[in-house]
C-alpha cells in the first residue's frame, strides 16, 4: 500500500515491508530511471526476512512528485540522504538498479556520509560513459546541426510540421515520454561518467549484470568489477537490463548466497 512522507517540500511516496524494529537491519532499494518501486516488489518480497526493507519512488518517478528544476545525479543522492535522515536510519545496504546504481555510486564515494552503507548491491547499473562508435558521432554530429538550424525562429516558422516531427522522434522512448523538467535531467546523467569514482567505494560490492543488457552492457560491468576494491561479479546469461526479473530464480540464489557471506 501506498505512502506519502515530505522531504523538504518533495512529496514521495514510499513503502516499508519485511521486518519490523528499530533494531531491524535495513536495506534501501534504489529504483531504474522512470520506474515505479513496485516493481521491485519482488526483491524486496525476497530479503524481507531478513531486513526492514524500503523502497520509493525518486522526485520525478513513479507517484512522487516532480521537482521544480532538473537534478543532477549528485541532488539525488542528497535527495537519499535526506528521506533516511526522516526515516531515522543510520545504516543500510543499499539495492540499485541502473539509474539507482548511479545514485548510489555517488553516495558511496563521498567522504562523508550522514548514514553508513553495510554493503551494496549494483543490478545492471548505469555510471559508465558509453563508448560510441563512428556511426554514432557522425548521427550525434548531424543531430546537432540539425538541431541548431531548426531552432531558429524563422525556419521554424516556414516548416513548423516537418520539425515538430523530427523533434518528436529524437531520443530514446524514455527521453520522448518525459516532461521537458525529467528529459534535462536525464541528459545530465547520461553525460556524466562516474568511472574515477569507483575506485573510493569502499564498501563489499555484488554486482549482478544480464550479458545481453544493452543498455548498460557487460563491459560496463567488468569495468566496475575492476575498479571497485571489494567487489565481485555474477552474470546471469541470457538476460538483458531488467536480469532479476528475466531469471528471478538465479537471481535470487545469487542474492541468497552472497547475503550469507559474513563481511
Known amino acids: 500500500m501506498n505512502e506519502y512522507i515530505d522531504i523538504k517540500g518533495q512529496k514521495t511516496a514510499y513503502c516499508i515491508s519485511g ?25 524486496a518480497k525476497l530479503i524481507g526476512d531478513r531486513f526492514k526493507v524500503v523502497q520509493f519512488d525518486m522526485p520525478g518517478f513513479g507517484l512522487s512528485d516532480e521537482p521544480d528544476t532538473p537534478w543532477d545525479v549528485e ?38 556520509l550522514p548514514f553508513e552503507i553495510s554493503r551494496i548491491i549494483l543490478i545492471d547499473s548505469a555510471g559508465i560513459l558509453p563508448v560510441r562508435t563512428r556511426a554514432q558521432l557522425r548521427r550525434q554530429k548531424k543531430y546537432k546541426i540539425l538541431k541548431k538550424l531548426f531552432d531558429n525562429k524563422f525556419i521554424y516558422f516556414l516548416f513548423p510540421e516537418i520539425i515538430d516531427d523530427w523533434k518528436s522522434k529524437q531520443g530514446s522512448a524514455d527521453y520522448r515520454s518525459a516532461s521537458p523538467t525529467m528529459r534535462v535531467t536525464m541528459v545530465k546523467a547520461v553525460n556524466e561518467d562516474l568511472t574515477e ?29 575492476e575498479k571497485i576494491p571489494n567487489s565481485g561479479l555474477a552474470i546471469i546469461p541470457g538476460t538483458g537490463h531488467f536480469s532479476y526479473a528475466e531469471n528471478p530464480e538465479l537471481f535470487a540464489n545469487i542474492i541468497n548466497a552472497y547475503l550469507i557471506k559474513e563481511i
Open 75 to 112: 541532488r539525488y543522492a542528497d535527495f537519499v540522504c535526506d528521506l533516511l535522515a526522516e526515516l531515522n536510519i543510520k545504516s543500510a545496504m543499499l539495492i540499485g538498479h541502473s539509474y539507482g546504481g548511479r545514485v548510489i555510486i555517488r553516495l558511496a564515494s563521498r567522504d562523508h
Open 197 to 225: 569514482l569507483l575506485p573510493k567505494i569502499t564498501q563489499d560490492t555484488l554486482l549482478i549484470w544480464g550479458d545481453q543488457d544493452t543498455a548498460t552492457p557487460i563491459r560496463d560491468a567488468h569495468i566496475m568489477e
Open 19 to 43: 521486518l519490523e524494529g528499530d533494531s531491524a537491519p535495513v536495506a534501501l532499494i534504489l529504483q531504474g530511471w522512470g520506474t515505479g518501486y513496485t516493481l521491485y516488489d519482488s526483491i
